[in-house]
């Protein structure tokens, strides 16, 4: 079984281009992920992984997803060869992202970003597929709450 997990932070503002022949969307991105030790008086130290999407997915995140987001990703890990200009053979390792969510809270200036997302979600049910809008914060007025 290969599946991959990972909470982290994007490192920076999502990749989005299209494949020549047949116009697919293709999301690249790092993603930022801490330990989850420290060793005494220092600082707890990150991990970068290399993450591919395709497909709405690559889409969705290039649209809500900016620098410094925090965000669980689901996938599978993926060994690529590959030859460099020069004729040397390299190889990388990329998490296939198949689904993300939503991870931080509703940041300043997100607002609009939310209520975009909401209006498109329902009329596209491959967005909502693909993105879950379930970590959005719940409105102050407590009212409603049977407790």
Same mark, same amino acid.
């Given at each position: 079984?290969?599946?991959?997990?990972?909470?982290?932070?994007?490192?920076?503002?999502?990749?989005?281009?299209?494949?020549?022949?047949?116009?697919?969307? %293709?999301? =690249? $991105?790092?993603? +930022?992920?801490?330990?989850?030790?420290?060793?005494? #008086? @220092?600082?707890?130290?990150?991990?970068?992984?290399?993450?591919?999407?395709?497909?709405?997915?690559?889409?969705?995140?290039?649209?809500?997803?900016?620098?410094?987001?925090?965000?669980?990703?689901?996938?599978?890990?993926?060994?690529?060869?590959?030859?460099?200009?020069?004729?040397?053979?390299?190889?990388?390792?990329?998490?296939? %992202?198949? =689904? $993300?969510?939503? +991870?931080?809270?509703?940041?300043?200036?997100?607002? #609009? @970003?939310?209520?975009?997302?909401?209006?498109?979600?329902?009329?596209?049910?491959?967005?909502?597929?693909?993105?879950?809008?379930?970590?959005?914060?719940?409105?102050?007025?407590?009212?409603?709450?049977?407790?």
């Amino acid at each position: 079984m290969n599946l991959v997990v990972l909470l982290g932070r994007t490192t920076k503002d999502i990749e989005l281009r299209y494949t020549q022949n047949s116009n697919l969307p %293709v999301a =690249r $991105f790092t993603l +930022a992920v801490n330990r989850p030790y420290a060793k005494d #008086n @220092e600082e707890r130290k990150a991990d970068f992984f290399n993450c591919v999407a395709f497909g709405t997915t690559a889409e969705n995140l290039a649209k809500y997803i900016s620098k410094g987001r925090q965000i669980l990703i689901e996938g599978h890990l993926q060994n690529n060869s590959y030859e460099k200009k020069d004729g040397t053979k390299s190889h990388s390792t990329d998490i296939i %992202v198949n =689904r $993300f969510y939503f +991870a931080d809270s509703k940041q300043s200036g997100q607002a #609009n @970003e939310q209520a975009n997302y909401q209006a498109q979600g329902q009329q596209s049910q491959t967005a909502t597929n693909d993105v879950d809008n379930s970590f959005f914060s719940l409105a102050d007025d407590d009212d409603d709450l049977p407790f």
